[in-house]
């Protein structure tokens, strides 16, 4: 079963940027789109961007979705950030071999614990 294990979230003063990782294991994320989601307290989960099994990266205004195939791991840089952007940042993977990529939840089979992201001064 693959796994994903988020990291990189943490306090940040806004104007900031982070570098969230997902990383997989169990599998090769070859054959996977990723999407980063981010859920507020109180608030639905919400998609950030997605990226296909074959693209490099993505880039979605304030936010860059990478992946390192041979690192096994996904990325998301986020700059710019406000305190808006306080929630839990969740990575989310599906197979997929037409090399495309939809940011709804529902769409995604496998899901990290999620990272805490908090932008506050």
């Known amino acids: 079963q693959l796994q994903l294990v988020e990291s990189g979230g943490g306090l940040v003063q806004p104007g900031g940027s982070l570098r969230l990782s997902c990383a997989a294991s169990g599998f090769t994320l070859d054959y996977y789109a990723m999407g980063w989601f981010r859920q507020a307290p109180g608030k639905e989960r919400e998609g950030i961007s997605c990226?296909?099994?074959r693209a490099d990266s993505s880039v979605k205004g304030r936010f860059t979705i990478s992946r390192d195939n041979t690192k096994n791991t996904v990325y998301l840089q986020m700059n710019s950030l406000t305190p808006e952007d306080t929630a839990v940042y969740y990575c989310?993977?599906?197979?997929?071999?037409?090399?495309?990529?939809?940011?709804?939840?529902?769409?995604?089979?496998?899901w990290g614990q999620g990272t805490q992201v908090t932008v506050s001064s």
């Open positions: 990226i296909s099994r």
């Open positions: 989310a993977a599906r197979v997929d071999f037409s090399d495309t990529c939809i940011p709804r939840a529902s769409w995604y089979d496998d």
